[in-house]
């Protein structure tokens, strides 16, 4: 037979249930808020890159892209139209001024340059001729004149007997007045024949100075030709290195055609091509920063192309550093060229985030070792560091690594 249980024992044995039950609820709740720490997205701190945002000058730059080039490289063209008939160098051979690089067919050219050597020295002969035939005339007309002036002074005797002869009654007045008339006609031929000869003179001088010039002007072109011939025996220029040279024994090649490019690989410059939207920005005499990896070369703006192509503008810069063992002819570069001076600003560091001034979302190091994503407005940059308009204060850490796989989180846990 059954006896019922005392109240005192079922109230112990309630509470112990109520007990276990509460013990498994909190054991539950402890599980679940363990496994969400854990479920949470997080990022190791070693992998992520930290900015401090700070307060300094920022010298505000334009970013361009750029590539080494020699900063001397002359290409030789053909002077003629020719053949290649000797090569003596090779591309990547060391020339010195003077060097023979190669050979072109000049036999057309030197048989040309022969007869105008003997056009020349006929001109030359014509010219003497016509000197000669100058003195000639002018000396036949220096003798009419003083014949004529003899004969003038025979008449003004003649003059002065008659009128000597009219005042003794020896003579009459119609005699007088012959010899007058006859003293004037021959004053008046005088004249004109010194007119005339004052007109030859000039006449032939002009005549003498046309020849002079033709001449002069088809020395010019022999000396052109001999130019023409000269540089048709390519050689060097100067000290340099033979970056490309056409070796085709027998090609035919125009007059203008390129044959052969000396560099001088010793030096170097940097030719860059920037947006011209970025135009004003960039001028001639305008600090320069080429960096090549990690290395920073300094250099001055010494050129800007005025005008656009395909939207892009070109410029040059040359190095202080113009032979840093960096440097290669067609390596490419980042150049970052400066155009104002902001001082007292906030900044932090520059990085593949920073694309142009505008609003971005960048995580932000919090109190509680965690990574949350603000908003923040950034204004203009230099290679080194980027200007903080808003949305951060002096001494906040900012990630400036890439994020781009946490791009749909707002918050993150940072692991040690």
């Given at each position: 037979?059954?006896?019922?249980i005392?109240?005192?024992?079922?109230?112990?044995e309630?509470?112990?249930?109520?007990?276990?039950?509460?013990i498994?609820?909190?054991?539950?709740?402890?599980?679940?808020?363990?496994?969400?720490?854990?479920?949470?997205?997080?990022?190791?701190?070693?992998?992520?890159?930290?900015?401090?945002?700070?307060?300094?000058?920022?010298?505000?730059?334009?970013?361009?892209?750029?590539?080494?080039?020699?900063?001397?490289e002359?290409?030789?063209?053909?002077?003629?139209?020719?053949?290649?008939?000797?090569?003596?160098?090779?591309?990547?051979?060391?020339?010195?001024?003077?060097?023979?690089?190669?050979?072109?067919?000049?036999?057309?050219?030197?048989?040309?340059?022969?007869?105008?050597?003997?056009?020349?020295k006929?001109?030359?002969?014509?010219?003497?001729?016509l000197?000669?035939?100058?003195?000639?005339?002018?000396?036949?007309?220096?003798?009419?004149?003083?014949?004529?002036?003899?004969?003038?002074?025979?008449?003004?005797?003649?003059l002065?007997?008659?009128?000597?002869?009219?005042?003794?009654?020896?003579g009459?007045?119609?005699?007088?007045?012959q010899?007058?008339?006859?003293?004037?006609?021959?004053?008046?031929?005088?004249?004109?024949?010194?007119?005339?000869?004052?007109?030859?003179?000039k006449?032939?001088?002009?005549?003498?100075?046309v020849?002079?010039?033709?001449?002069?002007?088809?020395?010019?072109?022999?000396?052109?030709?001999?130019?023409?011939?000269?540089?048709?025996?390519?050689?060097?220029?100067?000290?340099?290195?033979?970056?490309?040279?056409?070796?085709?024994i027998?090609?035919?090649?125009?007059?203008?055609?390129?044959?052969?490019?000396?560099?001088?690989?010793?030096?170097?410059?940097?030719?860059?091509?920037?947006?011209?939207?970025?135009?004003?920005?960039?001028?001639a005499?305008?600090?320069?920063?080429?960096?090549?990896?990690?290395?920073?070369?300094?250099?001055?703006?010494?050129?800007?192309?005025?005008?656009?192509?395909?939207?892009?503008?070109?410029?040059?810069?040359?190095?202080?550093?113009?032979?840093?063992?960096?440097?290669?002819?067609?390596l490419?570069?980042?150049?970052?060229v400066?155009n104002?001076?902001?001082?007292?600003?906030m900044?932090?560091?520059?990085?593949?985030?920073?694309?142009?001034?505008?609003?971005?979302?960048?995580?932000?190091?919090?109190?509680?070792?965690?990574?949350?994503?603000?908003k923040?407005?950034?204004?203009?940059?230099n290679?080194?560091?980027?200007?903080?308009?808003?949305?951060?204060k002096?001494?906040?850490q900012v990630v400036?690594?890439?994020?781009?796989?946490?791009k749909?989180?707002?918050?993150?846990?940072?692991?040690?």
């Open positions: 037979m059954d006896r019922e005392p109240k005192e024992v079922r109230r112990r309630r509470n112990k249930r109520l007990m276990r039950y509460g498994g609820g909190v054991a539950v709740i402890v599980v679940i808020s363990v496994l969400v720490s854990v479920m949470r997205t997080g990022v190791r701190e070693k992998d992520v890159v930290f900015s401090t945002v700070d307060q300094g000058t920022i010298e505000v730059s334009v970013s361009a892209s750029g590539k080494v080039v020699p900063a001397f002359e290409i030789i063209n053909s002077p003629i139209n020719t053949r290649i008939v000797e090569v003596y160098k090779k591309g990547g051979d060391s020339v010195d001024v003077g060097t023979p690089i190669l050979k072109l067919d000049l036999q057309s050219t030197e048989t040309e340059y022969q007869k105008l050597l003997d056009e020349e006929t001109k030359q002969y014509e010219l003497e001729q000197r000669i035939n100058n003195e000639v005339a002018l000396n036949d007309m220096a003798n009419q004149i003083k014949v004529s002036e003899m004969q003038l002074n025979r008449k003004r005797v003649v002065r007997n008659e009128r000597y002869l009219d005042s003794i009654g020896s009459t007045t119609d005699q007088v007045r010899a007058e008339l006859d003293l004037n006609v021959s004053e008046l031929e005088l004249e004109q024949l010194r007119q005339q000869y004052a007109g030859k003179q006449t032939l001088a002009a005549d003498y100075k020849k002079e010039l033709e001449l002069s002007i088809f020395r010019k072109d022999l000396a052109e030709m001999k130019r023409t011939l000269d540089d048709a025996q390519v050689r060097s220029p100067r000290k340099a290195i033979l970056t490309y040279i056409n070796d085709q027998g090609v035919q090649v125009t007059q203008g055609t390129q044959i052969a490019i000396i560099s001088d690989l010793s030096h170097f410059k940097v030719e860059g091509e920037i947006a011209d939207t970025y135009g004003d920005r960039v001028a005499g305008g600090k320069a920063i080429v960096k090549i990896g990690r290395e920073q070369l300094v250099g001055r703006v010494s050129s800007v192309t005025p005008l656009s192509k395909n939207g892009v503008i070109s410029f040059t810069v040359q190095l202080d550093d113009d032979s840093n063992r960096r440097l290669r002819s067609g490419k570069t980042d150049v970052y400066m104002a001076v902001k001082e007292d600003v900044r932090i560091a520059n990085a593949s985030y920073y694309v142009g001034r505008g609003e971005y979302e960048l995580f932000v190091r919090t109190a509680s070792d965690e990574l949350q994503k603000r923040v407005q950034l204004g203009d940059s290679f080194e560091y980027v200007e903080v308009v808003s949305g951060l002096p001494g906040e400036v690594s890439d994020m781009s796989m946490f749909n989180k707002n918050k993150l846990k940072l692991k040690q």
